[in-house]
């Protein structure tokens, strides 16, 4: 069996922290770390070094945060994860070389092999079965306004949740109770039900009623006073999230460890997905945004200098039109102003926004004088050459009609009037 190196690196400074530390320190530091050392957050000319740091982190979490894990680590150094100091899981990345390389050559583990800590305690004799090393994620939609995915936005709020009781530490009984073993599912947790489905019964898996899922319970004097034998008790925390600036519907927003915790793992993560709500103004696509702006047959054709719409954000956009002499506007003209699109999220750069002309006609109040209408036949382009028929006829029309009413009439109302008395077509007599 190699022999332990002299130069040893504490696992507990890895993460800068103390032997007696509490779980909530460790994942706090563990964190911090991992946020620090995480390749993406590094040039590309030190991100080789980051993923190592950031490996390290993480399996030296994985062994303090389990309390088994770490007991076995102050109790017995790295020796205890490989028993006969064979490599363990063959594959894994060896933290011995990871923290020589991470530490600057110091001197390794020796005996240590693959990495333990993934799931139960792998090739050590009498071992648990392994748990689920984590609680289930609490996700939910949560809608936002284009307003504040443009601007992002802090948002603090109160939940509620449940925490690991405080008075057992999450026993579910008094401090010398013992709990029985479950005789219903035998200590499983779990049991196997017949059911029916039409005309055949199935065997299906149900979490045990009798001890809810674990395996043992407290008789009714035996129970923790706080939590009733739960393990786990209600508490209110305030939490904040922020709204990056430029998000988009579907991407997520992680609070880890802040779902309800359950007794011997570690607390899930709530996530909230974005819903962007519709607006009545502007549209959205990707970084770029569109918006129709209205202005005068008159601005269209002579020109204007204003602000045309309130931007996300409550600034004005102000436009020049023309640009070059004798330039007009027409219906549907699309207008791009370079940058004034949604912001790009982990950059200053934004995308584009697109304007769409919807010129204004005058109304049906507006009054122009025989000269005012010869003087505008004056200055306007004049018409095309006139359509030349063989026949010509003059029609009246609706001035006020509405394109709903296209093709409202399929023409077969007079046939169904004739057989409105339901009766069969008959030959005349001859």
Same mark, same amino acid.
């Given at each position: 069996m190699p022999k332990v190196a002299s130069a040893h690196v504490d696992l507990?400074? &890895?993460l800068e922290i103390s032997q007696s530390s509490s779980k909530d320190d460790i994942r706090k530091a563990y964190r911090k770390a991992a946020l620090r050392n995480h390749p993406d957050k590094v040039p590309e000319s030190e991100r080789e070094e980051a993923s190592m740091r950031f490996k390290a982190v993480q399996e030296a979490y994985d062994i303090l945060y389990d309390d088994d894990k770490r007991h076995l680590y102050d109790t017995h150094g790295m020796s205890a994860f490989n028993g006969s100091g064979e490599p363990g899981m063959a594959g894994a990345p060896d933290l011995d070389d990871l923290l020589a390389q991470m530490f600057g050559g110091m001197g390794g583990m020796g005996g240590m092999g693959g990495m333990p800590g993934m799931g139960g305690m792998g090739g050590m004799p009498g071992g648990r079965p392994n748990k689920p090393r984590k609680s289930p994620d609490e996700v939910q939609d949560y809608h936002v306004s284009l307003e504040d995915l443009y601007k992002g936005?802090? &948002?603090?709020?109160?939940?509620?949740?449940?925490?690991i009781c405080g008075l057992c530490k999450g026993k579910g009984g008094k401090e010398k109770a013992t709990a029985k073993k479950c005789s219903t599912c035998d200590g499983h947790g779990q049991k196997e039900v017949l059911q029916r489905r039409g005309q055949f019964l199935t065997q299906q898996v149900v979490t045990c009623t009798t001890c809810n899922g674990n395996g043992s319970y407290f008789a009714p004097k035996d129970k923790c006073k706080k939590c009733k034998g739960a393990r786990t008790t209600e508490a209110k925390k305030m939490l904040e999230i922020y709204i990056p600036r430029g998000a988009k519907q579907g991407d997520k927003i992680v609070l880890?460890?802040?779902a309800?915790?359950?007794?011997d793992q570690e607390p899930g993560d709530i996530v909230f997905k974005i819903v962007e709500e519709e607006h009545p103004i502007f549209a959205r696509a990707g970084s770029d945004l569109q918006t129709t702006i209205d202005v005068t047959l008159a601005e269209s054709l002579t020109g204007f200098s204003r602000v045309v719409l309130t931007h996300l954000d409550g600034r004005g956009i102000e436009l020049k039109h023309p640009l070059t002499p004798g330039a007009i506007l027409t219906p549907g003209q699309v207008l791009k102003v370079p940058g004034e699109?949604?912001?790009m999220k982990r950059s200053d750069a934004r995308g584009d926004l697109y304007l769409v002309v919807d010129v204004k006609f005058p109304g049906q109040n507006w009054k122009p004088t025989h000269d005012m209408v010869e003087k505008l036949k004056e200055i306007l382009p004049k018409p095309a050459?006139?359509?030349k028929a063989d026949t010509v006829d003059e029609v009246t029309y609706d001035p006020r009609a509405e394109i709903e009413e296209f093709g409202a009439q399929d023409g077969q109302s007079a046939w169904e009037d004739e057989e409105d008395d339901d009766e069969p077509a008959q030959c005349a007599a001859q």
């Open positions: 507990y400074e &890895v936005k802090t &948002v603090k709020f109160s939940s509620v949740k449940n925490i880890e460890g802040e309800d915790q359950v007794p699109g949604m912001p050459a006139p359509i």
